[in-house]
């Protein structure tokens, strides 16, 4: 089966794709409530809207996660009347504002790119899809204190030879909770929109398996994942969850990992 890698701007167009395939009988429907969160119907609601209970119990992880990490702002020395030290140039030139001051601003790099699967094994429940999507989020919210950031959500599905994979761009300048929280963290993304966009796509002969039948953790699926999605050598690229990932057991210091690397404190 040849892959498909479908790249969406938004996550309302991504829903109004799922939304806009045509009535069959696919698997999609016949997944238990209690496992796959939630009807397509209510999901392609929520996943616009946000889902009160459940953004109320990502903004409480959320706030639990970035209260108890170290801010991240570069500290920068601006020119001020008033500072630590004098700028000799611009003393001698008469210059009001000769004093350095410290301070702290975002820095002008290329915006960071993360690409983060929401790919999880069949054992992971809706609680922990939840915790995990939280801590990406917290992740970004504070990787936009130092540097622009862009979030790309994906799920790594298919077959033997090939994958089935939509690409998702989140918003987060400004970042909309309510909604981002949703498609991030509930399961009913993966588990009703994601599966029954590939269960479209590949005429519903899905048998639930990872892109090109590898554990997302193998080399060559990670080789894989990165140029399906675009990564380059500089993106975050958050692999499909599994039991015991650190997202979930240890996520302040799976963050400040990800922050020592990609934004570490001067």
């Given at each position: 089966?040849?892959?498909?890698?479908?790249?969406?701007?938004?996550?309302?167009?991504?829903?109004?794709?799922?939304?806009?395939?045509?009535?069959?009988?696919?698997?999609?429907?016949?997944?238990?409530?209690?496992?796959?969160?939630?009807?397509?119907?209510?999901?392609?609601?929520?996943?616009?809207?946000?889902?009160?209970?459940?953004?109320?119990?990502?903004?409480?992880?959320?706030?639990?996660?970035?209260?108890?990490?170290?801010?991240?702002?570069?500290?920068?020395?601006?020119?001020?009347?008033?500072?630590?030290?004098?700028?000799?140039?611009?003393?001698?030139?008469?210059?009001?504002?000769?004093?350095?001051?410290?301070?702290?601003?975002?820095?002008?790099?290329?915006?960071?790119?993360?690409?983060?699967?929401?790919?999880?094994?069949?054992?992971?429940?809706?609680?922990?899809?939840?915790?995990?999507?939280?801590?990406?989020?917290?992740?970004?919210?504070?990787?936009?204190?130092?540097?622009?950031?862009?979030?790309?959500?994906?799920?790594?599905?298919?077959?033997?030879?090939?994958?089935?994979?939509?690409?998702?761009?989140?918003?987060?300048?400004?970042?909309?909770?309510?909604?981002?929280?949703?498609?991030?963290?509930?399961i009913a993304t993966l588990r009703r929109i994601c599966f029954?966009?590939v269960d479209y796509h590949t005429n519903n002969l899905w048998?639930?398996?990872?892109?090109?039948?590898?554990?997302?953790?193998?080399?060559?699926?990670?080789?894989?994942?990165?140029?399906?999605?675009?990564?380059?050598?500089?993106?975050?690229?958050?692999?499909?969850?599994?039991?015991?990932?650190?997202?979930?057991?240890?996520?302040?210091?799976?963050?400040?990992?990800?922050?020592?690397?990609?934004?570490?404190?001067?």
């Amino acid at each position: 089966m040849t892959s498909i890698i479908e790249r969406f701007d938004s996550v309302g167009a991504f829903a109004e794709h799922v939304r806009a395939i045509p009535p069959g009988r696919y698997r999609t429907s016949n997944r238990p409530q209690n496992w796959a969160g939630e009807l397509l119907a209510d999901a392609l609601e929520h996943i616009l809207t946000g889902y009160q209970a459940g953004t109320n119990r990502a903004r409480e992880l959320f706030d639990q996660l970035t209260d108890a990490m170290p801010e991240t702002a570069r500290p920068s020395w601006d020119l001020s009347v008033a500072g630590q030290f004098p700028c000799v140039p611009a003393y001698l030139a008469g210059v009001p504002d000769c004093m350095y001051r410290r301070d702290s601003r975002k820095t002008d790099s290329a915006p960071l790119r993360v690409f983060a699967s929401i790919g999880v094994s069949g054992g992971i429940t809706a609680a922990d899809a939840e915790r995990r999507g939280a801590a990406v989020l917290a992740l970004c919210m504070k990787l936009e204190a130092v540097r622009p950031v862009e979030l790309y959500l994906y799920s790594d599905m298919g077959g033997s030879g090939y994958a089935c994979t939509p690409i998702v761009r989140v918003q987060t300048q400004p970042l909309d909770l309510a909604s981002a929280s949703y498609a991030m963290a509930n399961i009913a993304t993966l588990r009703r929109i994601c599966f029954r966009f590939v269960d479209y796509h590949t005429n519903n002969l899905w048998q639930g398996g990872w892109a090109w039948d590898l554990d997302p953790s193998h080399s060559v699926a990670r080789d894989a994942t990165r140029a399906a999605v675009g990564a380059t050598a500089d993106d975050l690229v958050i692999p499909a969850m599994y039991v015991d990932d650190p997202c979930v057991t240890t996520p302040v210091e799976w963050i400040n990992r990800q922050l020592n690397r990609y934004a570490p404190v001067a």
